[in-house]
């Protein structure tokens, strides 16, 4: 069974900077994506980034690009999510799921278009201040 973790939410001023990190275990196929989520409450949830197992091809939402990054790290089986240059509107539950890869060419129209995805975290928190 594959479960995901997630850590590294909280408080921080508009400007400032988070590191989100997501530890996987459990999977068991040899190709596939981890992406970051985000849902406001009342809100559909959308796409962030994703990063492929196999290729690590990355691919961002525009809301965010230029200012996150997403980095896989295999021998510790975490996937971070390094964001800068927080605004207000960043401001969400950050959830990480895992699935095969198709779902990651799509992460930008995730709120549109929710493509099924296998496995979810519980979500941590980010909240930037203005």
């Known amino acids: 069974e594959v479960q995901l973790v997630e850590s590294g939410g909280g408080l921080v001023q508009a400007g400032g900077s988070l590191t989100l990190s997501c530890v996987h275990s459990?999977?068991?196929?040899?190709?596939?994506?981890i992406g970051w989520f985000r849902q406001v409450p009342g809100k559909e949830r959308e796409g962030v980034s994703c990063?492929?197992?196999?290729?690590?091809?990355?691919n961002y939402a525009d809301p965010v690009k230029g200012r996150f990054t997403i980095s896989s790290d295999d021998a510790k089986k975490t996937v971070h999510l390094e964001m800068k240059n927080l605004k207000p509107d960043d401001t969400a539950v950050y959830y990480c799921?895992?699935?095969?890869?198709?779902?990651?060419?799509?992460?930008?129209?995730?709120?549109?278009?929710?493509?099924?995805?296998?496995?979810w975290g519980r979500g941590t928190r980010v909240t930037v201040s203005s």
């Open positions: 799921a895992l699935d095969g890869p198709t779902f990651c060419d799509y992460i930008g129209d995730y709120r549109t278009n929710p493509l099924p995805i296998g496995a």
């Open positions: 459990g999977v068991t196929f040899d190709s596939w994506a």
């Open positions: 990063i492929s197992s196999s290729d690590l091809k990355t």
